[in-house]
Each structure stands twice: as structure tokens, then as C-alpha cells.
């Protein structure tokens, strides 16, 4: 009976030790390897991704949590391997976040891992700004600067497209955390398109497209002639322009009337960076004259041309090269005298008292018959003294005058009638002394 008991106990170990089931291995949790930039950094609104590859850490579960400063963020591990798994968030909190991995109900190395996630970066809060954007001069450097204060965490791009296929290099100076200074080279005129991008989105206005060419100065330019103060319906009126100071560049004119109808104009280079300028008006209102160089109106443009209807005849007042003024002796008007004492000061400051081309005042009423008076009316257009005429041309009363003169057309004027008058004297000396040949030839031939 004993010996039965013994053999029992026996047979019970055997079969308890030979038949128990395995132990489930251990997962070796420090295998487990956690990596990419979703653990250290990430921005606001954009998803941030890491790995955890726990292929050599045996079987166990996995756990991820992520958390922001105030609020849980949903995460679900995806597999994409033999124990490969890629975990993605998007925080919506800036600040600093956790994100804990377990491995087998335990911590993996690393864990938890504290990722700063800064506020949402923003291409449209990039401010770019300096000469270097809005043209250039060849053969020297362009510079602008850029501001990302609020634009968040980024990368700056800047690229540079220059004329026939070339790329200008720039040079990009970090004068601060958030300001940028950029320097390139201009080589040659002709368009560049400046590319500014913050994470590759392109910032507002870019790219910036710019034109280098030679400097001029638009002041240079003059404009100067009858045609750019007066005109008669249906006659040719003309003007010239001159830009030899200025350097090359296009010219645009254009002429239009006060009801905006256009008027076709003829341009002729009479020398390099010198034309003759004609148009003729068609309605009996102002018309508006636009001198545009190198894309700049020069100055006093657009001009403003009085034009009159076209007379039964043309007037002839013999004032072809000459400066006049006409004014009234007997006038009761303190306006009037008013004006001609102020009218006379403007001139003599100008010197024009002294000039060759210029007559002495006339007298209106006393010393000239109603005829001629009545055709200097006619030809000005009104009655109103004192009246000034430049080459046989009715300028204006004193207020126009001054308008004239603050726009720098009144110089203009001057300066063309003065050439007017030396063309006009030269021509005519120049007839004097051949008929003076003349004579002295018919004299030698009688003797």
C-alpha cells in the first residue's frame, strides 16, 4: 500500500514535469527603437510622423499617447513592416508636447519624449521689402531685406532669374533670429524675377519681377513748342522733344481730348534722341498731351493744350519769333493792374525785359484802332489783359502764366522762342547779305 503511494507520487512529477506548457518569452523593451522628427519638433496644423520598429523586441503590445499642452491628441499606430509600425499627428496646440511609448506595458527608451511644436508657419506673414525689388542699375548690387517675425518656423528660399537664362547668385546675410538681408548682383539690364519662399510656398508678390536698366533722369527731357499750349481745330500743331540728357530709353506720346477721345499722332527722330512731334486737334475742347520716357512722364506731363475753333482765316499778328504783351492803359479794374504789375515783376525776374526777342509792352486801347485790336481778340480767343504771346501764339492771361510757370512750361517756351528768334535772325541776315552780293555784282556788271 505504501509502495503504491510512492509509485503514484512518482508518476504524478513525471507527468507534471513533462507535460507543463512553455513560457512565453519576454519582450526585450529596450530593443525598441522610436525615431524621426515627429518626437523633437513639429508645427501647428501640420502633421508630424516617427517610427517605432520593435522587430527585435519580441512579441508585446503597443501603446502611444500623445498629448498637448491642454488637450489629448488622437494617435493609432499603423503597421508597415514585421513589427514596423508609423505613428502621425497633428497638433493643434503650440508649446511643448508628450508623446509616450510603451512596449509591453513598459517605457521604451527615450520615452517620454517631449516634442516643441511652434505656432503654424505662414508664407503670407513673410515681409520682403527694399530698392532691390523694385529695380536696378547694371553693373552694380541689388539689395532687399526680409522679415519673418510672424510668419512662424521656417526655411527661406530665395532664387534669382535674370536676363537671357542667366541665375544671379544671392548672397543671404541673417542679421537677427528673424531678419534677413540679401545682396545680388545686377550684370546686365534687361528683367529679373526674384523668387522668395518660406518651406517652399512662395511668399506674398512673389516672385518679384523687376527691370534694370541705365539710370536717366526724366527732368531731361524737354518738351517744348507751341503744341503743348494752344491749338486751332483742324491745324497741324507741333512740338519737339528732346532726350539726348536723359539717355536711351522709349518714347511714348499720347494725345487725347477732354472727352477722352484719342488723337493720332506722328513722331519723327529728326537725330538720335531728338523728334518732331505733330498731331492735329479735332474738337474745340482741351486736349491732354502724355510725354512718357523710359515708362516716366517727364515733367510737366500730361500737357494741357487750349484749342480754339478754327477762324474763317488765320491771323498773322507778325509776332513769328517774338515775345509780347498786350495790356490795357485806361483799365478801372484793380485786378487787371493788379495783375500786369505782377505779370511785369515775373518777367524781369526771368530776365526776358532783356532779351532781343522781346518787345515792349503794347498798349491795347490807346495808339491801336479797333481793327487790329479786334483781330489780337480773335486770335487769343478772349478779351481779358494782360494777354502774353509767345511766336505769334496766345500763351494766357497772368494766371495762366503762373500755372504755366510752377508745371516749368513757361521756360520751355522761352527757351523755344529764343531759338525761334536766332533761326529767324540767321535766316534773315543771311538774306540781307545775299541781296547785298546782289546788288554789289549788278554794280560791277554796269561798270
Known amino acids: 500500500m505504501g509502495k503504491d503511494k510512492g509509485i503514484k507520487k512518482t508518476l ?13 518569452p519576454r519582450a526585450d523593451v529596450k530593443a525598441v527603437v522610436v525615431s524621426g522628427d515627429g518626437i523633437r519638433e513639429g508645427q501647428v496644423g501640420k502633421t508630424a510622423v516617427f517610427t517605432i520598429d ?6 508585446g503590445d503597443l501603446d502611444v499617447k500623445v498629448r498637448g499642452p491642454k488637450n489629448p491628441i488622437d494617435v493609432t499606430p499603423i503597421e508597415i513592416g514585421d513589427g514596423l509600425y508609423e505613428v502621425s499627428y497633428t497638433p493643434t496646440e503650440e508649446g511643448s508636447h508628450i508623446i509616450a511609448v510603451k512596449y509591453a506595458d513598459q517605457h521604451v527608451p527615450g520615452s517620454a519624449f517631449r516634442p516643441q511644436i511652434a505656432r503654424a508657419s505662414n508664407a503670407d506673414d513673410v515681409v520682403a521689402y527694399g530698392k532691390g525689388l523694385e529695380g536696378g542699375i547694371p553693373g552694380t548690387d541689388n539689395e532687399f531685406y526680409v522679415d519673418t517675425t510672424k510668419a512662424g518656423d521656417g526655411d527661406l528660399g530665395i532664387t534669382i532669374n535674370g536676363p537671357d537664362g542667366t541665375s544671379p547668385a544671392p548672397d543671404i546675410t541673417k ?13 546686365k539690364e534687361g528683367d529679373y524675377n526674384i523668387n522668395i519662399t518660406w518651406n517652399d510656398i512662395h511668399i506674398h508678390k512673389s516672385p518679384f519681377n523687376i527691370n534694370a536698366r541705365t539710370p536717366f533722369n526724366p527732368s531731361s527731357v524737354l518738351a517744348t513748342g507751341p503744341g503743348l499750349m494752344h491749338g486751332v481745330v483742324g491745324k497741324l500743331s507741333l512740338f519737339e522733344v528732346d532726350c539726348r540728357a536723359a539717355g536711351n530709353g522709349p518714347l511714348h506720346i499720347n494725345v487725347e481730348d477732354d472727352d477722352h477721345n484719342l488723337i493720332p499722332v506722328k513722331v519723327s527722330e529728326t537725330q538720335p534722341n531728338c523728334y518732331d512731334v505733330s498731331f492735329v486737334p479735332t474738337t474745340a475742347l482741351p486736349h491732354f498731351v502724355t510725354v512718357n520716357y523710359n515708362d516716366f512722364n517727364i515733367k510737366g506731363s500730361p500737357f494741357k493744350v487750349n484749342v480754339m475753333a ?26 487787371i493792374r493788379h495783375n500786369c504789375r505782377f505779370l511785369q515783376s515775373l518777367l524781369e525776374r526771368k530776365k526776358v525785359h532783356l532779351r ?24 487769343a480767343g478772349v478779351r481779358k489783359t494782360p494777354m502774353l504771346f509767345i511766336d505769334d501764339q496766345y500763351v494766357g492771361d497772368y494766371d ?6 510752377e508745371i516749368g512750361e513757361l521756360d520751355r517756351l522761352l527757351s523755344y522762342c529764343a531759338l525761334k528768334y536766332r533761326n529767324l535772325k540767321t535766316v534773315e541776315e543771311a538774306r540781307k547779305a545775299d541781296e547785298i552780293f546782289r546788288r554789289q555784282q549788278a554794280a560791277e556788271l554796269e561798270q
Open 12 to 24: 504524478s512529477r513525471r507527468i507534471s514535469f513533462g507535460f507543463a506548457p512553455p513560457k512565453k
Open 310 to 335: 478754327r477762324p474763317e482765316k488765320d491771323i498773322n499778328l507778325g509776332g513769328e519769333g517774338k515775345i509780347r504783351v498786350y495790356y490795357s492803359t485806361t483799365t478801372s479794374s484793380e485786378k
Open 54 to 59: 520593435a522587430s527585435a523586441a519580441g512579441p
Open 356 to 379: 532781343e526777342d522781346f518787345e515792349p509792352w503794347i498798349p491795347i486801347d490807346i495808339g491801336m484802332d479797333r481793327e487790329e485790336r479786334n483781330r489780337i481778340f480773335e486770335k
Open 175 to 187: 542679421i537677427t533670429e528673424h531678419h534677413y538681408k540679401v545682396v545680388y548682383p545686377v550684370a
Open 400 to 405: 495762366d502764366v503762373v500755372e504755366l510757370d
